[in-house]
């Protein structure tokens, strides 16, 4: 038995087999060969295996977003079958007698150099998905396509690192924990797994040779034990079986109300990442959605998500939530969450840089696509919207100019919707908190994401792992500002929430209540073992 000790990220315990997720190699090597009869064959194979591949993406995401949604599968399956594709990479194997994996990414880089450079929008789009299917050639070509994940048994996915879009494409139903070596507790890849209920370590030195291996993640200590004897096993099953049972018991607490023993309400709202975290909301009987992060939408896309699209998410969420509220933040996309049909310059300090509200005030016909889904869907159920990253009171403004152009539009078109739903703002920088008692005046309420209020104030990068010791959202500075805005908040007679992570730290449920925080929205796992703190409070 091995036991890595690393820091846990999301707690609880798992047990199977480890798969290790190989990227695929950035730096393709060009290699030269004698056979290039071989290599073309190595092709269609690969080409074979890629449609196949493709077609049970298809299926799979049918069943999950419809087949709007799929479509881009079925374009995929056809583009890695297109005759000028194909012959452009036998070409480069037989002029150049050159490796398949060299030719698939030169073709792949040449077609996509082609399609960005013209005038049509979605010509230019189309250089993404050649990208994409060409990526996915010389994955399987070299080896390193992820079989393990498409197998039917569940896995514990270890990794150097996540990026927010790989976890969000990832079959929940297949994955027992996520292991990284890299990565920080605040990552969003971090919340994610905290979304979907897993256990999630980091700071783990794996190597390679553990693929396939049996192994045990323990989400209370941070340590990872593989191969472990009988008696650690027997030991862990029991403890799984001990978790499984108070959660049992945590569910007494569902359908009760949110209340301190003194009479006080408090919104208990969970935090979501799409449509299908809905199923969790529901379960775990949370007061309402708190923080719908809209941009894993854009993220799960190669291209942008219509008006259409997005209409049909937000009214189906503002359905199945039957009348609860449901806040949705607008596109929050920069920092560690790129996409690449977005075509963002690079930056050298992208979490200071061009993002979130930001993006959506400079290029206003993206903002507006969103504002007009938002809008629509608000006549299916409870929604409101917040916005991002705000630092001033002249965004607010702008924004609520947009917003009227937008309602302006849709009242001319005689499409239906609410006019007067909530509108706040995230306070997640020093600025919004010095501020707020002018935000207040604008707005409806306050959403304290303390991930990045702490990133910003301590002046500490949240995705960095070396800094992960200090990065301490339990610092004076922190509280101070919480109370600040809740105070403000509450001269001008709106409510004030907490929707980063440290809303869910038990720790301090206590004292946000006695601070006067009117609102917590946390994953939905911990709605149940906080409402119960509340309901022991005096
Ligand atoms: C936050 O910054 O606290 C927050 C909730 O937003 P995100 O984590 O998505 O940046
Ligand atoms: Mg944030």
């Given amino acids: 038995m091995e036991v890595l000790q690393g820091k846990a990220v999301f707690s609880g315990i798992a047990i199977g087999k480890i798969s290790i997720l190989k990227k695929e190699e950035s730096d393709i ?150 292991v990284t070596r890299l990565g920080s507790s605040n990552s969003h890849t971090a919340i994610l797994a905290r979304t979907m209920n897993i256990p999630a370590l980091i700071n783990i030195e794996f190597t390679n040779s553990m693929n396939g291996k049996t192994a045990i993640v323990d989400g209370k200590n941070g340590t990872f034990l593989v191969e472990p004897d009988e008696e650690t096993l027997e030991k862990y099953k029991k403890l799984k079986e001990e978790e499984l049972h108070q959660a049992e018991m945590l569910r007494s607490m569902k359908g009760k109300e949110t209340v301190t023993k003194g009479g006080r309400p408090i919104k208990l709202y969970a935090n979501i990442g799409g449509m299908s975290d809905v199923a969790s909301v529901l379960q775990n009987d949370a007061g309402g959605i708190g923080l719908f992060r809209s941009e894993f939408i854009y993220l799960e896309k190669d291209n942008y998500p219509t008006e259409e699209e997005q209409f049909q998410i937000y009214k189906t969420v503002a359905q199945n939530m039957a009348g609860k509220k449901v806040i949705i933040r607008t596109l929050d996309i920069g920092a560690d969450k790129q996409i690449d049909y977005f075509n963002m310059d690079h930056e050298e300090n992208p979490a200071m840089g061009y993002r979130a509200i930001r993006i959506c005030l400079d290029r206003p016909e993206i903002f507006k696509t969103q504002l007009r889904a938002l809008f629509r869907a608000s006549m299916y159920g409870n929604i409101a919207i917040m916005y991002p990253m705000i630092i001033s009171v002249k965004e607010v403004l702008q924004i609520k100019e947009i917003v009227k152009e937008v309602q302006a539009e849709l009242t001319e078109q005689g499409i239906p919707f609410k006019a007067d739903i909530e509108q706040g703002v995230m306070i997640e920088t020093p600025a919004s908190v010095i501020i707020s008692d002018l935000l207040a005046k604008e707005v409806d309420f306050f959403s304290i994401g303390t991930n990045d209020l702490t990133q910003y104030t301590l002046a500490i990068d949240r995705q960095n792992a070396k800094l992960d010791n200090i990065y301490d959202s339990h610092h004076e500075a922190i509280l101070r500002m919480i109370q600040m805005v809740v105070d403000n908040a509450h001269k001008e007679g709106i409510w004030a929430g907490i929707c980063g992570e440290l809303g869910a730290d038990t720790s301090l449920t206590e004292k946000f209540v006695q601070m006067g925080v009117d609102e917590l929205s946390v994953s939905p796992t911990f709605i149940l073992p906080i409402r119960k703190i509340i309901r022991d409070m005096d």
């Fill in 29 to 178: 090597k060009r290699k030269h060969v004698e056979n290039t009869a071989t290599e073309i064959a190595r092709l269609e194979n690969a080409k074979t295996k890629g449609i196949a591949q493709l077609q049970k993406l298809y299926d799979k995401a049918v069943q999950e977003v419809g087949e709007s949604g799929a479509a881009i599968f079925e374009v995929h399956q056809m583009m890695m079958d297109d005759d000028d594709y194909m012959d452009s990479i036998k070409n480069i194997i037989e002029t150049e007698a050159v490796n398949a994996e060299y030719a698939v990414a030169t073709t792949g880089d040449n077609f996509a150099a082609m399609f960005s450079s013209m005038d049509d929008d979605y010509m230019k789009a189309r250089a993404a998905d050649v990208k994409d299917i060409s990526d996915r050639l010389v994955r399987i070509l070299s080896g390193t396509d992820n079989e393990d994940m498409d197998s039917d048994d569940p896995v514990i996915v270890v990794a150097e690192d996540l990026a927010p879009s790989e976890t969000v494409q990832m079959d929940k139903s297949k994955v027992l924990a996520f």
